[in-house]
C-alpha cells in the first residue's frame, strides 16, 4: 500500500492496470486477501517499483523487529 501510495496510483487505478477489481486490491492491502508470488511481481510492475527491492525493504523491516522467543 505504501508502494501504491508513494506512485500516486489508486486502488481503482491499479486494478485496471491488473484487470483486477478495486475491491481486490482493498482486500490485499487489508490483509483480508493473500497475494500470490505473480501476482506480487505483477502488482509491483504496474505500479512501477522493483519487486526485489520491496521484498529486501521487507525482509528488513521484518528483521528490526524483536523476536520475544529467542
Keep these: 500500500m505504501e508502494a501504491r501510495r508513494k506512485k500516486n496510483v489508486t486502488q481503482l487505478e491499479l486494478g485496471r492496470r491488473i484487470g483486477q477489481r478495486q475491491t481486490v486490491i482493498s482486500k490485499i492491502e487489508t490483509e ?9 511481481l505483477l502488482i509491483s510492475r504496474a505500479i512501477g517499483v522493483d519487486p526485489y527491492e520491496l521484498m529486501r ?3 528488513s ?7 520475544p522467543s529467542l
Design 32 to 40: 483480508e486477501r493473500r497475494l500470490d508470488a505473480a501476482e506480487f
Design 57 to 59: 525493504r521487507a525482509e
Design 61 to 67: 523491516e521484518q528483521s528490526a523487529i524483536p523476536n
